[in-house]
């Protein structure tokens, strides 16, 4: 019953995921050219694209809970974040995912695994603190679209190809191209040149580009699962008003998962808006509001109810929900 209430629509991932394929295994190809393209280096390019790719889907979800230091919690330590998450689970038709909070005060939350029976969603004590049980719902509606819309899998192929791309393109510039003479020309080292230099800018670029509209399209799917655009609206401001004045630790580890969070963790002086992973927090919020007004006028769930929303435009101040 709940599978025929509610569909995930999937935004046409598998596409994307067979695009970035074919853009990962050209461009690797691109840098093997210029690197002497010998048969016997090929198995070496040909291991570090399947094998980067592969590791990081396979083991995405232990990954990012290590990359936050967040613990498993069991139901009677967070009885009303499970609930949560079990409505919502079975209103989409699906497994409930291991649940984990990691203990920062940024507030934010992510979900991660290679597929519905494998997910996690973690939370972390800042965004339990911050947020009402309305607006946290919102929240992991969105985070439960990014599993059942098999963003894990997009998003770990976009993030492999962005990271071997780039690491082929430092053995490049000290490797340098190692074609015959015939290549050799000046054609060939400015070809050589924008390899090195473009081809990571441009896997970042498609990394981001994916990364943003795997957002939008959570935000819309997830406020479909709640019934209720208005709530995740209100919480996204309250996150990002959370994050600039309690932003995440930047370093290596928090920078791999972050594009997996839904709102950038970091200050926005330490991230550009060209290179952000996520889109404006303002454009999304103006987008749910449109769809709250839609919502709302046809007369559906939560988003008529008028039901306060929390210190923020749009409500009341109510109390956060409270891990018990």
Not at 15 to 30: E, N
Not at 99 to 115: D, E, L, V, W
Request: charged content about 20%.
């Amino acid at each position: 019953m709940a599978d025929q209430e509610f569909k995930a629509r999937g935004h046409f991932n598998g596409l994307k995921t067979t695009l970035l394929f074919a853009v990962l295994w050209a461009i690797i190809m691109l840098i093997w050219y210029f690197t002497g393209a010998r048969t016997s280096t090929l198995w070496i390019y040909i291991a570090i694209g399947v094998g980067s790719t592969f590791f990081t889907y396979w083991f995405s979800d232990r990954l990012a809970i290590a990359s936050m230091g967040a613990r498993e919690v069991s139901e009677q330590e967070a009885p009303e974040l499970y609930r949560i998450v079990r409505e919502l689970s079975g209103k989409a038709g699906k497994p409930m995912p291991r649940i984990y909070i990691a203990p920062t005060q940024s507030p934010n939350a992510f979900a991660t695994g290679r597929n519905e029976r494998h997910a996690a969603v973690c939370c972390t004590q800042g965004i339990l603190s911050l947020l009402n049980e309305r607006e946290l719902r919102g929240v992991l509606g969105h985070e439960l679209m990014h599993v059942y819309n098999h963003d894990i899998l997009t998003s770990a192929i976009a993030s492999a190809m962005a990271t071997v791309i780039s690491y082929l393109g430092y053995a490049l510039m000290w490797m340098g191209g190692d074609r015959d003479e015939r290549n050799s020309g000046p054609l060939g080292a400015i070809g050589l040149v924008l390899t090195m230099i473009l081809a990571p800018i441009g896997a970042s670029l498609v990394q981001l580009a994916i990364s943003r509209t795997r957002e939008y399209d959570a935000d819309e799917d997830g406020s479909r699962l709640t019934g209720d655009p208005a709530a995740l609206a209100s919480a996204l401001y309250r996150i990002e008003s959370g994050v600039a004045q309690e932003p995440l630790q930047k370093n290596q580890r928090t920078e791999t998962v972050s594009a997996m969070m839904i709102a950038s963790p970091f200050s926005g002086k330490d991230v550009s808006r060209l290179f952000s992973t996520h889109p404006p927090t303002a454009d999304r919020i103006a987008r749910l509001q449109q769809m709250a007004t839609e919502m709302s006028g046809a007369g559906i769930g939560a988003a008529a109810s008028g039901e306060a929303l929390g210190s923020s435009p749009f409500g009341d101040a109510s109390e956060p929900y409270q891990q018990k």
